[in-house]
């Protein structure tokens, strides 16, 4: 089957030759921090070429919020963080209106929200109605407060840190907040070799961390999103996707929503430019429907993993 665009242009292959690069020398550029971990540093930059939110899921110390860091700092961006705890407030997050008795009025005074980057650390440990502040923000890059609406940076990511909920003190994380992030990641533990040389780094005199310089703007990733938004899709591919999502609602469980079959195409399409192509393909869906569906997956029985192998199995392309 042939993908390709049958009227190929010539600026978005450029494009997408430059954006490759530049995507490239970043995940190098946080390979110095973070080791043996290429496949979820390629996965987190994809996302932010897509324009999707990350949550990194996994035991505390395996390196989640460092890599946060090291993402941030590559980025020639503001960045804030927030550290999520059981008595954090709504308004922590996005900002009050503060009493100016000079003035005589009320003033707005912006959250940590209000920034390009936002590590948003240990989220389950914060109360559902506290995570909830987040949902207009990840969605429509707005927060709303006494009813005026005041807009995010355009270029707005959230990475999130998630410990397993069977942890004590942490709040499952509701569907809608889920269904926000468009990938789930796990780091895991390292290899034994690579975690030899994480404690030779790690422990030196100079924190690796340092070394890590601003390499990419504000202004180029806005350019990777919409060079991501440009790379064609065959009809093909469409139906595929369509298909994958309608199969994991015949699971006996809850199956994804319209959302993630939208995130889907858009991860895919940002897997391609990452692999220097202007097309899709369909090792690119494959490639990042596990990050994309997994946590939206409630089935009887079966992990959301488990779910998506078979119907991997199941889905042909037509």
Known sequence: ???????????????????????????????????????????VVMSICANGHVLLLDVPGVGKTMLAKTIAKT??????????????????????????????????QQ???FTNILLADEI???SPKTQSALLEAMEERQVTIDNVQYMLPKFFFVIATQN???????????TAQLDRFMMRLSIGYPEKETELEILGVHTGTTAPLESVQAIISEAQILEWQN???????SPLIDEYI???????????GAGVSTRAALMLKKAARACAVLYGRDYVIPDDVQRVIRQ???HRISSRGKVGEAVIEEILQKVALS
């Open 1 to 43: 089957m042939d993908f390709q665009n049958p009227n190929p242009a010539v600026e978005i292959k450029q494009h997408v030759q430059r954006v490759n690069a530049e995507m490239g020398a970043m995940i190098t550029n946080v390979e110095k921090v973070i080791k043996g971990k290429r496949n979820v540093i390629e996965e």
């Open 75 to 108: 980025i020639a961006s503001t960045y804030k963080r927030i550290q999520f705890t059981p008595d954090l407030l709504p308004t922590d997050i996005t900002g009050v209106n503060i009493f100016n008795p000079k003035e005589r009025e009320f003033e707005f």
């Open 111 to 113: 959250g940590p929200v």
């Open 124 to 126: 389950n440990r914060a």
């Open 164 to 174: 397993p909920i069977e942890h004590a003190g942490t709040y499952p994380l509701p």
């Open 227 to 233: 060079t991501a938004s440009s790379i064609y899709t």
């Open 242 to 252: 369509v298909d994958l999502a309608r199969a994991t609602r015949e699971q006996g």
């Open 292 to 294: 994309v569906f997994a």
